[in-house]
């Protein structure tokens, strides 16, 4: 019984086969065809012009040539079946499904993009669903059943312990790169695997896991087992996956040019506390306190745009609540930016014969013992009784200076008047040779005070200056309850937290020269080391010992 004549599309699919490299009897177990029958053809396509040699880009030559030869036209045949046209990329699409994670959708879309496919995707869909005469349809199917079991990586595995084992291994170095490669080179590019083995190795724990995951995913061990080994969640695994397949490696073994977040740029950190510093009366708003969306609505007319998130999380993460923030980082001064303005321009123009110094107390603070972190034995634990005797009481009155960063202080028995005339007259005979001094201290009553005010306007007077040799004074007060601006309370915090916290002196005596020690050393250090305040934390200083109307000098720990 003689061979009815083939369909137009197994022409099409026979043709196709053989041109893209397939041989004969490959073919022939393909498709189900007679050799014979598939020698006959090809010997009649070639008088066409079809030939292995020849560089085909559409499908729709396959179609007319099929159709010449079937029907001995000459003339192509516009409208062909959806699934005629389709058959041609059986080999495309085969070789597509075959990559991990490849479904009919994926397919499609490279079909379209790269290979100028016309047909809608329920057209081919359909051709997918009826493909039942070769093994394309099954592929498909398969693929998509493996996927959508999620404890499945992009295969089977039936062994655990082999599984667990491989990871282990992989983990430990205890795998060459010729084997990986030798294992994964049909699924990763060379150079993808080298990357990622490197990776495994020497990187850090995140960049290894990402680097692991990847490779045991390739293997098919199963996503379960792979998150139970790193110990990651297996939405991270399947992210980093696809990470890799739309970025590329470089964006799984680093991070490098990813983008800095908004609350940990030093510009918009800046920013919010020179706001929070300033109330909000200098901005034009008829508030006593901040709130987020005022601080929001300034950086945005500053071209800073933020959402309160943000500032919510710079302020946390600067060890302050809101809440307490609007209370202690609030100055209620109305001259505010003017004082802060005038004190930035002395510094920024300070001459070689100039200084300027940082006034302030700190205390009265009495001599008992403090509590506070130590370290202790096992079992043990400090006790600070909650009533003491104190053993005295000592207050600190001190100058820091802050283009050379030392600091004059002594001991004083009250905060008044005579004792900021007492300071002002040490730090004129002390910087005699200076043209002029500057004076920056807190709005306490005492250092406005009127007799304080006569004392400076007498040492500037002709007659003093031409009878004793000393420099001009002049007084550039901090804005009221700013105590946060006051860099010498960054020193006064370092002193506390290594001097008086913790400690048990048995007099004020000791205390005294613990404390004076200390300053000692600071000044030592800072004479040996030139540089100007700020620039550097010595000792145990909580916060830069530098003027800035975004810094927090104050500690509110250890004052």
């Known amino acids: 019984m003689a061979r ?19 041989a004969i009897s490959q073919v022939n177990r393909y498709l189900g065809i007679d050799r014979k029958t598939i020698r006959k053809y090809i010997k009649q396509a070639e008088i066409y012009g079809f030939s292995k040699d020849l560089e085909v880009h559409h499908y729709n030559y396959y179609f007319q040539l099929a159709s010449n030869i079937q029907n001995g036209l000459k003339a192509p045949i516009d ?59 099954n592929n498909i199917r398969n693929e998509t ?14 062994n655990f312990e082999k599984d667990r084992l491989w990871l282990q291994k992989l983990s430990q170095g205890k795998f060459s790169l010729n084997e990986i490669r030798q294992e994964l080179l049909y699924y990763i590019p060379s150079d993808d695997i080298d990357k990622l083995y490197n990776c495994s190795l020497n990187k850090s724990l995140r960049y290894r896991n990402r680097a692991i995951g990847i490779l045991a995913l390739y293997k098919g061990i199963p996503q379960n087992s792979i998150a139970e080994h790193l110990l990651i969640p297996k939405s991270s695994l399947v992210g ?79 060890g302050y609540k809101y809440r307490k923030a609007r209370t202690v980082l609030t100055s209620t001064d109305p001259d505010y930016m003017e004082k802060v303005q005038k004190i930035k321009n002395i510094l920024s123009n300070l001459g070689a014969k100039e ?95 009127k007799e304080l005010y006569k004392r400076v306007d007498e040492i500037n007077s002709k007659d003093y200056r031409e009878k004793t040799i000393s420099p001009i004074v002049k007084l550039a007060p901090l804005p009221a309850c700013a105590q946060f601006l006051n860099v010498i309370e960054s020193v006064f915090s370092g002193m506390a937290r290594a001097i008086i916290h913790n400690s048990d002196y048995k007099s004020d005596d000791d205390c005294k020269s613990a404390i004076d020690r200390y300053f000692a050393e600071r000044n030592e250090h800072f004479q040996d080391h030139p540089q100007r305040a700020g620039n550097k934390i010595w000792g145990k200083e909580r916060a830069e010992a530098m003027f800035k109307d975004s810094n927090n000098c104050k500690d509110p720990k250890y004052r």
């Open 4 to 22: 009815k004549m083939l369909r137009e599309e197994e022409i099409v699919e026979m043709l196709y086969q053989w041109h893209i490299g397939s």
């Open 79 to 137: 409208n062909a079946p959806s699934y005629i046209k389709t058959s041609a990329f059986n080999g495309t699409i085969e070789n597509l499904i075959s990559k991990p994670y490849m479904k009919a959708k994926h397919v499609y879309r490279i079909l379209k993009k790269d290979y100028n496919y016309t047909l809608s995707y329920s057209s081919f869909k359909r051709y997918i669903n009826s493909s039942s005469s070769n093994h394309l349809g």
């Open 145 to 158: 059943s493996i996927r959508k079991n999620k404890n499945t990586g992009f295969g089977f595995s039936d």
């Open 240 to 318: 980093h996956f696809e990470l890799y397949i739309n970025k590329g490696v470089s964006h799984i073994i680093s991070d490098k040019g990813k983008r800095q977040l908004k609350h940990e740029n030093q510009i918009y950190i800046d920013k919010v506390f020179s706001i929070l510093h300033s109330p909000p009366s200098s901005f034009g708003f008829n508030r006593t306190s901040w709130r987020q969306r005022d601080i929001q609505k300034i950086m945005s007319d500053n071209s800073l745009t933020v959402s309160r998130h943000v500032i919510k999380r710079i302020i946390v993460n600067s």
């Open 355 to 449: 200084k300027f110094f940082s006034i302030d107390e700190y205390g009265p603070f009495s001599v008992k013992l403090y509590g506070g972190k130590s370290l202790v034995p096992p079992g043990e634990t400090k006790i600070v009784p909650q009533w003491q005797k104190s053993r005295a009481t000592l207050i600190i009155t001190a100058a820091l200076e802050l283009s050379t960063n030392q600091i004059i202080h002594f001991y004083s028995k009250s905060k008044n008047t005579a004792e900021m005339i007492r300071l002002l007259n040490i730090l004129t005979d002390k910087y005699s040779e200076e043209e002029c001094i500057y004076f920056s201290w807190d709005a306490a009553s005492w250092h406005a005070s």
